[in-house]
């Protein structure tokens, strides 16, 4: 079976088709455009799980394609979001988005599947380049070139780590391990500034509202689930992931409860909720394990179908704004339901998905005695449905206000919203469904009295808040400071003081430029003159050079 | 507060408070002690809530800035 399957990845299909793409056109383009993620969630459930394809190349061995459980259910993730993505945006007309996000999703199931290092890289590098291209196809040059930035960063990062820990080992295996070295800790910074963690976090909400109305339905699915997966692959149970995760969970609430773009609010809620997986896989037990994989199918669902809610709207309208929009309920109905039931199931309202993911992160926060993160996350859950199932419906379906609708959604579009509805409701039903994918979450308790009533008195008395503070929450024009300022804004007020300080030091600092420059010109030539007649140095001085040379490798060898 | 805004947080405490008498009526099974107490999640979610809310609302005030940023 493995190999009949071999060669045929879930990653290969998609990158092929989307480099093939471009070169087809009409209705043979859209059925590429349809058919490669359908036969490449086909392929995620084909292939067999085992030890998987293996191959040996300049003395490294690589597992190209590594089939287990957890391949399987991010795989499972990935396939749905870009089968819904595509049927979303087959009408989109740039045919550089389409190949992309090809790309992009080629490359997520290529991080899925990968069984080592390096495979693992390579396909790290394709999702920055496809998510990159899917953001500049929709003209956002300079925003796309500071995503790619900071994505080159994340990968020098990944990259210098990778070659540390290959270096230090010897193996280029996925396996646990902590980030108790620098190669490690420079892995995990990689991998981190891919999730979205602080102090990088700004990259999503910059990013992805940049891109087309069906662009962003891809960049919600693929990245900072992708960074997951790799942190459940390569540092379970590292205790910094905690704190971290936490924190992007507070980062997360805190600037969608303020964001007035529809988009930037959900591109916030991202960073929210995979501080929410990045907690659980710092708890590193199987069951917080397996509960961050589900959480992250469950997130790739309902945020996939916000992000479509929120495209219909830009699409309908040409407005994401809060501030310009309101009483689309009555203008766009389908697209409103979408709306609330991604909301409902982000904010864990029973009977969603959303609900079962949840209840499994807390479970293993509970089974693992993390009291601190248990009582944190759920009170952050209470603050996530003010924004998402309250104060975004509240003012862009119900609210005063109404805004004009030009266009109507495509049936394509309305089909893709309703199979996601579907996809959140019937496992939350049926929480069985989701226990078959993962196993390990069999005795949460899901849908007990007790639970049910603990979750609808969150949910009810967060609404009491969000009825008596609604001034405190009334969106507002205008941004909110980020650290990206710092590359951002700074440079530009900085310009000014700059040239100021060039024009009263310049002179002097050209001149002491240049008389270094003529001091290393001259000791340069006299050791080139000096090693050129090293034949004729004596033994000993030969042997203390030699002995200092041999320190400085061993000190640098034991850093 | 204007009226409908009102006659909303009315029917929302009426159900909450129903919600709690119903939860004294159930079997918990509390993972931190309190946890399991009969209207903990109303009481903590209401503070939580209220928090959120008045942090978003600080941080705001002070980081929040007219004006689309440039480049969006």
């Known amino acids: 079976m493995t190999e009949t399957f071999g060669p045929l990845s879930p990653a290969l299909i998609l990158i092929l088709a989307g480099l093939i793409l471009p070169l087809v056109k009409g209705p043979l383009r859209n059925a590429l455009f349809l058919l490669a993620p359908v036969a490449a969630l086909a392929l995620v459930w084909a292939l067999p799980l085992g030890p998987g394809l293996a191959v040996d190349w300049l003395g490294l ?33 740039s045919a550089t988005e389409k190949a992309a996000a090809l790309l992009y999703a080629g490359a997520a199931q290529g991080i899925a599947f990968a069984g080592d290092l390096v495979t693992l890289f390579v396909f790290w590098e394709i999702l ?15 925003a796309g070139l500071r995503y790619a930035l900071i994505h080159v960063l994340g990968g020098v990062l990944l990259f210098a780590g990778i070659s540390a ?4 080992s010897g193996n280029v295996a996925l396996h646990a391990m902590r980030a108790d070295t620098i190669g490690r800790w420079l892995m995990l910074a990689g991998i981190l500034v891919n999730a979205g963690a602080l102090p990088l976090s700004a990259w999503v909400a910059d990013a992805y509202p940049k891109a087309s109305w069906s662009g962003a339905v891809f960049l919600s699915a693929f990245t900072t689930k992708a960074a997951v997966l790799v942190l459940i692959r390569l540092f379970p149970g590292e205790p910094a992931l905690t704190w971290i995760g936490l924190a992007m969970a507070i980062y997360g609430l805190t600037y969608a409860l303020l964001e007035n773009d529809i988009r930037k609010l959900l591109s916030y809620s991202i960073v929210g909720q995979v501080g929410f997986m990045v907690v659980a896989v710092g708890i590193g037990s199987p069951l917080a394990l397996a509960a961050a994989a589900l959480h992250a199918l469950a997130h790739i669902l309902y945020k996939s179908l916000l992000m479509m809610a929120a495209g219909s709207i830009l699409r309908a309208t040409g407005e994401t704004r809060l501030t310009a929009l309101g009483g689309l309920a009555r203008s766009m109905p389908f697209t409103a339901v979408a709306m609330l039931i991604g909301g409902f199931s982000l904010a864990a309202l029973p009977l ?12 293993a926060l509970a089974e693992g005695q993390a009291g601190f993160y248990w009582f944190a996350l759920t009170a952050v859950s209470a603050g996530s449905f003010l924004y998402i199932g309250l104060r975004l419906p509240w003012f862009a379906l119900f609210g005063p206000g109404s805004a004009k609708v030009m266009a109507g959604s495509a049936p394509s579009m309305l089909a893709a919203m309703g199979l996601l509805c579907v996809l959140l409701v019937v496992p939350g039903c049926f929480p069985g469904l989701l226990e078959r994918l993962v196993p390990e979450i069999a005795g949460v308790p899901i849908l007990t009295a007790d639970h049910i009533l603990f979750q609808l008195q969150m949910l009810v008395a967060a609404s009491c808040i969000f009825a008596l ?53 001259s000791f340069s030539q006299r050791s080139i003159l000096l090693l050129g007649a090293a034949g004729n140095w004596r033994t000993g001085k030969i042997a203390i050079w030699a002995t200092a040379l041999l320190a400085i490798y061993v000190l640098i060898a034991a850093l | 507060m204007d009226r409908l805004r009102r006659l909303v947080l009315i029917a929302l405490a009426v159900v909450l408070v129903l919600l709690v008498v119903a939860d ?49």
């Not at chain 1, 597992?63 to 499972?76: E, K, Q, S, W």
């Not at chain 1, 820990?165 to 230090?168: A, D, R």
């Not at chain 1, 969603?352 to 479970?363: D, E, H, Q």
């Not at chain 2, 399991?36 to 959120?52: E, H, K, W, Y």
């Open chain 2, 24 to 72: 004294t009526f159930v079997t918990h099974h509390a993972s931190f002690g309190i946890d399991g107490t009969p209207g903990f999640a109303a009481r903590f979610s209401l503070v939580s809530a209220a928090i959120a809310v008045a942090v978003s609302y600080g941080w705001g005030l002070l980081m929040r800035r007219p004006g689309e940023r440039a480049d969006d």
């Open chain 1, 165 to 168: 820990e290959i270096s230090g």
């Open chain 1, 128 to 142: 920055a380049i496809g998510s990159t291209l899917v953001i500049w196809s929709n003209g956002h040059a300079r």
């Open chain 1, 352 to 363: 969603t998905a959303g609900f079962v993911s949840k209840s499994a992160i807390l479970a």
């Open chain 1, 469 to 521: 503070l609604l001034p405190l929450l009334r969106p507002s024009a205008g941004s909110t400071l980020d650290f990206d300022w710092l590359w951002r804004e700074l440079p530009r007020l900085a310009a000014p003081h700059w040239r100021r300080a060039w024009a009263l030091f310049g002179k002097p600092v050209v001149g002491i430029w240049a008389e270094t420059r003529g001091r290393w010109a």
């Open chain 1, 61 to 93: 061995n690589l597992v190209l394609i590594a089939p287990d459980n957890m391949a399987r259910i991010f795989g499972t993730a990935f396939g749905i979001a870009a089968i819904a993505g595509a049927l979303f945006g087959v009408t989109q007309p």
